[in-house]
């Protein structure tokens, strides 16, 4: 059975620190991996994707992702996090969604 | 830039009663889909539409729950009879195609059953 698992409910980074989110899935064949941004009463805007190709994956708002097979994991960076960066960040294998990392960025 | 519209942005309502949550998808896009999140916890998948019919729905979308196209926009989810276990943000979503697409998701409905 698909299933994504985000391990960090909560991150906390100080503003130009450079940020990673973690997420691991589980899928038998290819996966098709998103990321999501949440900021606070809003609804999801995806940031980017994966389906095939170049496992280094640009996105925007100055986002990446990289595809590591090996790992089963898909996680976000990101060089230097902005304030308004702050947000949920959820990971998801086509529709199936993680938990949801809160990202917090200290000033 | 076209996108997912919403309607009501909050819908109260008592337990027991029916709700429809209505959606407008973007205009070309021809697969849709509901998610839900209750407060505090993840996006959940409830079902995908395609071709005026449902192509994958999950445990959650029970005999409750069901979904309609009733023209040639609007997008439809409705609850025959709400529990307060119900409550949660409902995220309308579409897409071009299917699995490999994006999906574009509107502003989310948010129902509070009391």
């Known amino acids: 059975a698909q299933s994504v698992t985000q391990p960090d409910i909560h991150i906390t980074v100080s503003e130009g620190a450079s940020l990673e989110l973690r997420c691991n899935y589980s899928?038998?064949?290819?996966?098709?991996l998103f990321w999501y941004v949440q900021s606070p009463g809003q609804g999801l805007q995806l940031l980017l994707k994966y389906f095939s190709g170049d496992t280094l994956v640009q996105g925007i708002k100055g986002f990446e992702a990289e595809f590591k097979r090996s790992q089963s994991s898909f996680n976000l960076r990101k060089p230097s996090v902005h304030w308004s960066d702050a947000a949920e960040y959820f990971c998801a294998v086509g529709s199936i969604f993680g938990s949801g990392t809160r990202l917090l960025v200290r000033p | 830039e076209p996108e997912v519209t919403q309607t009501p942005s909050h819908q109260v309502t008592q337990m027991g009663q029916e709700v429809i949550l209505r959606c407008v998808p973007i205009s070309n896009h021809l697969y849709f889909y509901w998610y839900r999140q209750i407060l505090g916890q993840k996006v959940e998948f409830l079902v995908s539409?395609?071709?005026?019919?449902?192509?994958?729905k999950s445990e959650i979308f029970d005999d409750q729950f069901s979904v309609e196209r009733p023209d040639g926009s609007n997008f439809t989810l409705k609850i025959r009879s709400t529990k307060l276990e119900d409550s949660a943000m409902y995220f309308c979503a579409s897409s071009e195609g299917i699995r490999t697409d994006t999906q574009y998701f509107g502003p989310g409905t948010r129902l509070t059953v009391l």
């Open positions: 899928y038998g064949a290819t996966p098709y």
């Open positions: 539409f395609y071709n005026n019919e449902i192509s994958e």
